[in-house]
C-alpha cells in the first residue's frame, strides 16, 4: 500500500517575520527571550498554519536576522537569556577611544564579584573565606547599586545569614548567555562594562535556540586600591 506522502512544513520566514523581530529587539533596552518574540510573531499572525514545529521557526527567524547582519557594525547576539544587539566584536576594540570612559571598580569589588559568581549562593562570611579579609560593606552596596549581585534568600544555619548571587544584568554586562558560560576567572577579573542601574527581567529563554556568537565584555577598567579592603561594616549577615 503506497504511503500519503505529507508536504514538508514551511520553515523559512516571512521577510516581515524577520523584520519586525528585528524592530522588537531594537526598541527593547533588555534583551529579548525567544518567548517573547514567539508571541509577538503569533499576536501577528505571521507564523504559518504549515509551521510544525514553532520552536525551530522562531530560531529560523533569529537565524535569518543575524545572516542580514554579518558584516555589519552592530549585530544581535544571544545574551542573559534573550536577544540584543551589540557592537561587533572586531570593532569593539577601535571605539574605546571616542566612547565615555567606563566607571572604574576596584578590584577588591571585582574578586567579591567573582567569587559570588563562581560559587553563588554564598554568604558573606563564605566570601570572606575564600578571599582570606574581610569584605567591606562598601563593596556589596557598590555590587547591588550596579545590579550586578542581588540576595538570594537565608542560608538554613544559625543566624540565617543571606545568600547572595548575580542578577540577569550581569549576564548582560559580560555577553553571557547563562552562568554555564562564565569565562575563566582571570577573564572577569579583566572585563567589566558600565551597569545601566536598572535590573533587567528575567527572561530566560524557554525555547533554547542555537547557540550564537558571544560578544566579548569590554571597556572595563580595574584599579588597584591605596590599601587593603577594612573590616566588614554596615549590613550584617542575620
Same mark, same amino acid.
Given at each position: ?16 517575520? $524577520? ?35 514553532? #520552536?525551530?521557526? $522562531? ?22 537569556? #534573550? ?21 572604574? @571598580? ?28 574581610? $569584605? ?16 538570594? #534568600? ?10 547572595? #548571587? ?68 554596615? @549590613?550584617?549577615?542575620?
Amino acid at each position: 500500500m503506497q504511503s500519503e506522502c505529507k508536504p514538508p512544513a514551511q520553515t523559512t520566514p516571512s521577510d516581515e517575520a $524577520v523584520r519586525i523581530v528585528e524592530a522588537m529587539i531594537f526598541a527593547s533596552t533588555d534583551p529579548v527571550s525567544a518567548r517573547a518574540i514567539l508571541g509577538l510573531l503569533e499576536g501577528q499572525g505571521l507564523i504559518p498554519d504549515t509551521v510544525d514545529d514553532i #520552536g525551530a521557526y $522562531v530560531r529560523a527567524v533569529l537565524t535569518a536576522l543575524v545572516s542580514r547582519y554579518e558584516g555589519r557594525g552592530v549585530v544581535p547576539v544571544e545574551v542573559a537569556g #534573550g536577544w540584543q544587539f551589540r557592537t561587533a566584536a572586531d570593532l569593539a576594540p577601535r571605539l574605546t577611544r571616542v566612547m565615555p570612559k567606563p566607571r572604574r @571598580l576596584q578590584r577588591a569589588t571585582m574578586e567579591t564579584l567573582a567569587i559570588i559568581a563562581y560559587h553563588q549562593p554564598c554568604t558573606r562570611a563564605e566570601i570572606e573565606e575564600i578571599r582570606g579579609v574581610s $569584605v567591606n560593606q562598601n563593596i556589596l552596596d557598590t555590587l547591588i547599586e550596579e545590579s550586578l549581585i542581588a540576595p538570594r #534568600g537565608r542560608k538554613e544555619v544559625p543566624g540565617r545569614p543571606v545568600l547572595w #548571587g548575580t542578577t540577569p544584568d550581569f549576564l548582560r554586562h559580560f555577553g553571557l548567555k547563562s552562568l554555564n558560560d562564565l569565562p575563566r576567572r582571570e577573564e572577569l577579573m579583566g572585563d567589566m562594562p558600565t551597569s545601566p542601574r536598572r535590573p533587567a527581567e528575567n527572561t530566560a529563554d524557554l525555547l533554547a535556540p542555537h547557540p550564537a556568537p558571544i560578544e566579548e565584555a569590554e571597556g572595563v577598567i580595574v584599579e588597584e586600591e591605596a590599601s587593603p579592603a577594612g573590616s566588614a561594616g554596615g @549590613l550584617a549577615d542575620d
